[in-house]
Each structure stands twice: as C-alpha cells, then as structure tokens.
C-alpha cells in the first residue's frame, strides 16, 4: 500500500491510496507504472516520500525497490525528490515525533478539512503530510 497526494499553493488537491499486490517485481512494476502516469498528469515540482524502516526481508525489498523507482522515475521527469524521517514528519503533522496512526490521521483531518479513517487510511493521512510538509517547508507543488 502506497498513499498519495497532490498539494498546489499549500492546498489538498486530491489524495487516496494504491494497492500493489503479487510478487515484488509485479509490485513495483505496478508502482513504476502508476508513478509515471501520476507525474504526468499532476506535474509536480517536488516528490516528497517518506524514508522506509527495514523491517526483515520482504518489506526491505519493496522499501529499497520503491525508492529506486521513485529516484529513477523522478530523475527521468526532471522532479527533484526529497525524503523524510518518520519522526521529521510526525513533529511537523502534531508536533510530536513518536505520534501514533491515529493521532497523524486526525492530524490530516485538520489540515484538509477531510473525515480519514485510521485503519483504511493511515497511508493516505501520511502523503498529505508529506505533501504539505514539501509544500510548506521549500514552497513547492507537491
């Protein structure tokens, strides 16, 4: 699962998650896909992700394939990318750097004006902080 957002002018453009399922290479294949398709579409001066936890073999694979996809893809788009620390992004979302799931979705809920739940989209609530952080903190679409 992958959450997104889009933000121009400091503003909560759209947001939502994506599902990537089946093997890793039929995952990031899908990502890659996506990805593209997303950049072109939204044309973003800045992709903002978050930095990944290695947490055994399979999430590391994804996590390192992920962000290869994304550095490539961005790369290939001429978009510069920047990434953050989890806790970076918890203090900037409720400025608390241990924030639990719940607290950065109600966290998201206030600053888009949105009614997220925290099991279906935890995702979704850490791309907007994502995106506004990128927006906020180098004042760029995002």
Same mark, same amino acid.
């Given at each position: 699962h992958t959450g997104f957002a889009v933000v121009a002018d400091g503003k909560l453009i759209r947001s939502g998650t994506q599902v990537f399922t089946g093997h890793v290479g039929k995952r990031l294949s899908g990502f890659a896909t996506w990805l593209r398709d997303m950049l072109i579409s939204e044309l973003p001066d800045l992709l903002v992700y978050e930095r990944p936890?290695?947490?055994?073999? =399979?999430?590391? +694979?994804?996590? $390192?394939?992920?962000?290869? $996809?994304?550095?490539?893809?961005?790369?290939? =788009?001429?978009?510069? %990318?920047? &990434? $953050?620390? %989890?806790?970076?992004?918890?203090?900037?979302? %409720?400025?608390?750097?241990?924030?639990?799931?719940?607290?950065? %979705?109600?966290? =998201?809920? $206030?600053?888009?004006?949105?009614?997220?739940?925290?099991?279906?989209?935890?995702?979704?609530? &850490?791309?907007?902080? +994502?995106? +506004?952080?990128?927006?906020t903190n180098f004042g760029r679409d995002v």
């Open positions: 936890h290695f947490r055994g073999y =399979a999430a590391t +694979l994804s996590g $390192v394939g992920m962000i290869a $996809v994304i550095n490539m893809i961005a790369y290939e =788009a001429g978009i510069k %990318t920047i &990434d $953050v620390h %989890t806790a970076t992004l918890k203090k900037f979302a %409720t400025g608390y750097g241990k924030a639990k799931k719940s607290q950065m %979705t109600s966290a =998201a809920n $206030v600053a888009a004006d949105l009614n997220l739940k925290t099991k279906e989209n935890n995702d979704e609530a &850490d791309a907007i902080h +994502l995106a +506004l952080y990128g927006s």
